[in-house]
T-cell receptor, first 110, second 113 residues
């Protein structure tokens, strides 16, 4: 089956720092999505990317759809305490399910 | 802003018992899904539902599982005879016409004893 690996697995940063994480796949996707999950809650959609090479922003978040269609990147600028959580990439290819990545846990050190 | 809602938030059951997890998708969405997340792991697809029938299911979704849309608003997941390994968070999601952008509910934590 399709595997989505995210790196890093976890990040410890200070408030105000920029964050970069990525997601790589063993196969191509037509759409990449990024979700954030807070403890005990459901994933919340942050950004959706529809075309290879596309760069899309949502406030302090910027995501890119890799040219090979096998990867995607998420950047968060000037992190704030509410950015803490687990970030999941998800790929969509023609059928209806989303394939989720392994997640990147973001922790902000006081 | 419209949201997917799920009930109950936490369900505790004995092994072998039947459970029904309930969801109210976002009104006017056309695609409905169930996913599960074992503690500390990634979110896994179970089943998708469109036009009143299952459109895709994963290998996890075996004969113990069933889904139903009994009326115009509810979407349910039934597990006929729960096993210990069914303990997980179960998320319902819905999507408008494209089936790509999926919006998730808050989840039901199922604990099987």
């Amino acid at each position: 089956g399709q595997q989505l690996n995210q790196s890093p697995q976890s990040m410890f940063i200070q408030e105000g720092e920029d964050v970069s994480m990525n997601c790589t796949s063993s196969s191509i996707f037509n759409t990449w999505l990024w979700y954030k999950q807070d403890p005990g809650e459901g994933p919340v959609l942050l950004i959706a990317l529809y075309k290879a090479g596309e760069l899309t922003s949502n406030g302090r978040l910027t995501a890119q759809f890799g040219i090979t269609r096998k990867d995607s990147f998420l950047n968060i600028s000037a992190s704030i305490p509410s950015d803490v959580g687990i970030y999941f990439c998800a790929g969509h290819f023609g059928n209806e399910k989303l394939t989720f990545g392994t997640g990147t846990r973001l922790t902000i050190i006081p | 802003e419209p949201e997917v809602t799920q009930t109950p938030s936490h369900q505790v059951t004995q092994m072998g018992q039947e459970v029904i997890l309930r969801c109210v998708p976002i009104s006017n969405h056309l695609y409905f899904y169930w996913y599960r997340q074992i503690l500390g792991q990634k979110v896994e697809f179970l089943v998708s539902f469109y036009n009143n029938e299952i459109s895709e299911k994963s290998e996890i979704f075996d004969d113990q599982f069933s889904v139903e849309r009994p009326d115009g608003s509810n979407f349910t997941l039934k597990i006929r005879s729960t096993k210990l390994e069914d303990s997980a968070m179960y998320f319902c999601a819905s999507s408008p016409g494209t089936g790509v952008e999926q919006f998730f509910g808050p989840g039901t934590r199922l604990t099987v004893l």
